[in-house]
């Protein structure tokens, strides 16, 4: 054994490089509902309160429920956790159709979401704002388009965290309105 050298494995002219470890591919987890990003956000969402997480989580499981049912080919079940009001006179209507209009032209980060059926259809559309949401399904095979308003500031009045209130196929002069309003939302955000 002359003339050989004996080298430890410890020694790092003779250590050999570490194989990498094969990467885990990452699962990403779905949000709320399936969506579309109709605008990229450019900066940060603005925090909310208690009542505004609590309204916007109902709104988005309406959205979600739309979007699902309308995915596996089923009839959405609507309003099954909560109240849905038609009929009576809500002082914000004239509000909420001025600022949906602003708000889907030029959506803040996370206001303006839209879910989609299996052929990239919307089927959903929700808007968020800082004291109501707005969920529209647009209308297709013979329906007509229909919308869930999710208010703050009822709880006096009907001792409720939020109001869920429906002003759909109203034939009054703001009925008609709340009907444009619809349109023109549908039509920014698709």
Do not use: C, K
């Amino acid at each position: 054994m002359t003339g050989d050298t004996h080298r430890a494995p410890t020694d790092p002219a003779v250590q050999r490089p570490a194989r990498p470890q094969p990467r885990r591919p990452r699962r990403r987890r779905p949000g709320p509902f399936p969506v579309t990003i109709v605008r990229a956000a450019a900066t940060a969402a603005s925090a909310v309160t208690a009542e505004q997480h609590a309204r916007r989580s109902t709104a988005n499981q309406t959205a979600d429920e739309l979007t699902s049912a309308a995915r596996q080919g089923r009839a959405p079940r609507v309003g099954a956790t909560y109240d849905v009001m038609t009929g009576i006179g809500i002082r914000e209507v004239p509000d909420i159709i001025a600022d949906a209009l602003r708000l889907a032209a030029d959506p803040t980060p996370g206001a303006l979401l839209t879910g989609r059926d299996l052929r990239g259809r919307p089927v959903a559309v929700l808007l968020h704002a800082d004291t109501w949401s707005l969920v529209i399904a647009p209308g297709r095979d013979g329906r007509a388009t229909s919308s869930f308003v999710f208010l703050d500031g009822h709880r006096t009045e009907y001792e409720l965290d939020h109001l869920v209130w429906s002003f759909d196929h109203d034939t009054s002069i703001q009925g008609v309105e709340w009907t444009d309003m619809l349109a023109a939302v549908l039509a920014a955000a698709t």
